[in-house]
Every structure is written in structure tokens, then in C-alpha cells.
């Protein structure tokens, strides 16, 4: 089974101001997505989901990134950060999903 990942982004909420900054990234709503290159018996793939949101911290003015310059890298490692968890990690706990569904521990 070979899974392909893709981050998503939606959404990031940002101030237009605050402590002297401008355009300041203050949620980001995520979402990373497992397909597999198996099907259902309707012939769609088997797929997993992480998604959620988190919270920034207050920003330091000497490595701070305007809202408007922020690149997905970035945003990605954030939410990583956040959730206390490498890429991998995180890829782990989806193929497990999806493994789980292709074969049910309990039917």
C-alpha cells in the first residue's frame, strides 16, 4: 500500500495590528489528508484525515513574518510544532487509519 499526503491550509486568521506589528498570524486551521493507491468496493480510495486548528504565540519582532509573506513551509512547521509531532509521526497515525479500514480489527 503507497499513501500520498497533502497538507491543506484554509484558513488563517490574523490581526491587523498588535504590539506594534502588523498583519499577525494568530490561527491556523489545517488539514492533512492520506490517500491510498487501494480502493473501496465502491472504487474510491481509502482515505485519512487529521484537521484542526491551532493557536500562535505572540510573535518576537526580530522573527517576525507578515501575514502576507508567510510561505506553506512555514505555516506547515507551525502546526507541527504545535502538535508536538513530526511529519512522519503524523503520517504513521494515518496509515493506521487507513490500514484499519481496508482491514477491520472488528467487524
Do not use: C
Not at 5 to 29: F, R, S
Not at 43 to 64: K, Q, R, V
Not at 77 to 94: G, I, P, R, S, Y
Amino acid at each position: 500500500m503507497t499513501n500520498t499526503y497533502t497538507w491543506d491550509i484554509p484558513n488563517i486568521e490574523h490581526a491587523p495590528t498588535e504590539d506594534g506589528l502588523t498583519n499577525v498570524a494568530k490561527t491556523v486551521h489545517y488539514r492533512y489528508t492520506a490517500v491510498s493507491d487501494q480502493v473501496n468496493a465502491e472504487g474510491n480510495p481509502y482515505s485519512a484525515t487529521a484537521y484542526g486548528s491551532i493557536g500562535l504565540d505572540a510573535p518576537e519582532a526580530g522573527s517576525f513574518t507578515d501575514f502576507n509573506s508567510l510561505t506553506k513551509d512555514q505555516v506547515v512547521a507551525w502546526v507541527l510544532a504545535k502538535l508536538d509531532m513530526d511529519e512522519a509521526t503524523l503520517q504513521a497515525a494515518l496509515d493506521q487509519r487507513i490500514e484499519a479500514d481496508i482491514n477491520p480489527p472488528v467487524i
